[in-house]
């Protein structure tokens, strides 16, 4: 049990490296059996049980910034890292009381009413990265930092670069979506993949998955992990991997 009270994470021990040119990075999902990420309506949330969510809500306490594709706006995606309690564990840690909550956009067609832009649920400012082709709304812009990597599109290694050089992230957790999950691991950015299996099956025919590319990897390239560690918490099964192709920390 953590020292505020509420029953500590899977993942409270965690000791991570630290990036210098990028951040060391990691990706944290939750599926169900049969391997869905979420439900086909907001009826089926959470997908998974009180240890999960607990640990999911804690596994920020080390890393210096989250990261969001915009898909997952308007998801329950805040998860509580704001709670006193927290903050108090994130600055015994050393860290900033929040972490930075990053969204990358290539279109900047954001809501600035979500919930993640409200002080009321966020208590700093969220940065919103878009491309220099974006259009972003004042009203965006009158609620969130925003920050243009890339020309046509997101240059998301650019980004880790910008986020290590100029606001001292050197861990960061990347929480979907799926997209935004495959094209980290393409671009060799993410050092880490955890993963919670949660003893439920959906049966949807289409489920969205963890990682999700605009076409399957060749057979001959995909993406290899190796296991580091499993973790039983009740029914549900704490996986943690290491990606074996990550790009270069320094």
Sequence with gaps: MSEGGEQ??????????????????????VM???GAIKGPTDDYWPISLEADQRTFRR?????DAVLHG????????DRYMWSEELQRERRRRGLYETPLFVVVSNSGRLDPKDRVFQRRSYPIEPMVVVPEVADVTADLSAVA???????????LEALMRYLAAEREVRRLVCEGGPILNFHMLAAGLVDEFFITVTPSIIGEPRPRTAVEG???LPSDQLQQLELVST???????????RVL??????
């Excluded at 500590?8 to 999902?29: F, N």
């Excluded at 915009?70 to 995606?77: F, V």
């Excluded at 930092?145 to 240059?155: A, H």
Aim: glycine residues 10%; contains cysteine; negative net charge.
């Design 70 to 77: 915009a898909r997952t706006l308007g998801m329950r995606i």
């Design 8 to 29: 500590g994470g899977v993942y409270d021990d965690l000791e991570l490296p630290s990036g210098t040119w990028r951040p060391y990075t990691a990706i944290q999902m």
């Design 32 to 34: 169900t059996v049969d």
């Design 231 to 241: 973790v039983t918490c009740g029914d549900e099964v704490f996986l943690r991997y």
């Design 145 to 155: 930092e925003i920050v243009r990597v890339g020309n046509e599109r997101l240059d």
């Design 245 to 250: 192709d990550a790009g270069p920390l320094a």
């Design 214 to 216: 605009p076409v399957a």
């Design 59 to 63: 596994f920020r306490l080390h890393f």
